[in-house]
């Protein structure tokens, strides 16, 4: 992989919607500027600069042939690799019935949309 000059920034285009923006250095006419191009760019406003700087360090990385952050490199299926340990606050009790087929997965949230 060759290495290429990059730049990241985060733009405010309205109020309240935030932009990531790729960009690559181009040839500059002087020694005392630096000159980029737009390469790749948000097609939705964020609500939060952080946000939008995450996703376009997220972008950055798939342009460079990498895992965006959060995903694992190759796709990991059920059986394949080792389990992942299973953590449990001491407070917790298990209290279903051994062999039950009640759903072991359970997601739950205060959020009102989900």
């Not at 790749?40 to 700087?53: N, V």
Request: negative net charge.
């Amino acid at each position: 992989m060759s290495l290429r000059d990059l730049a990241l920034t985060v733009l405010e285009l309205e109020p309240n919607e935030f932009h990531w923006v790729l960009m690559e250095a181009v040839q500059a006419d002087s020694d005392e500027c630096l000159v980029y191009r737009p390469v790749d760019s948000s097609t939705r406003g964020l609500p939060d600069y952080s946000e939008a700087l995450i996703q376009g360090a997220s972008a950055l990385r798939v342009l460079q042939g990498l895992a965006p952050f959060g995903k694992p490199p190759t796709p990991v299926g059920i059986g394949d690799g080792e389990a992942p340990p299973v953590t449990r606050h001491a407070a917790v009790r298990d209290t279903r019935e051994p062999g039950s087929d009640e759903d072991s997965c359970l997601f739950t949230t205060d959020h009102s949309i989900l």
